[in-house]
């Protein structure tokens, strides 16, 4: 005689979803901001003879930087989340989440 798994329990035992969110959209001059997970970041357009390669992402208060190489088919971040876990990094996932909600 087994004990049921309590389903709803194990639901809300997980982490809860990412949020992210526009601080300021990114503007003519390739500048905005953006918050993930509560952390608020400065975002450059990077370019190469016009083209975009990617985004940096300088997080607040701190002035840590991340480049996002968004050439390939699957984004490539520099922070140690992508890097030595090899996967996709919230960086990754929050703005490629805020620049498809705005091409909406
Ligand atoms: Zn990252």
Redesign the pocket.
Known sequence: MGVLPNRRHQRQSKPATDTYRWIVTIDEVDAGALEINGTIYDVTVLRVNGAVTGYRLMKQPDFKV?D?DTTGEQWK?D?P??TYRERE????RGLRALLSAEAK
Do not use: M, S, T
């Not at 990094?89 to 990754?92: A, S, W, Y």
């Open positions: 991340y996002l971040c922070c989340d992508a990094c919230k960086h990754i």
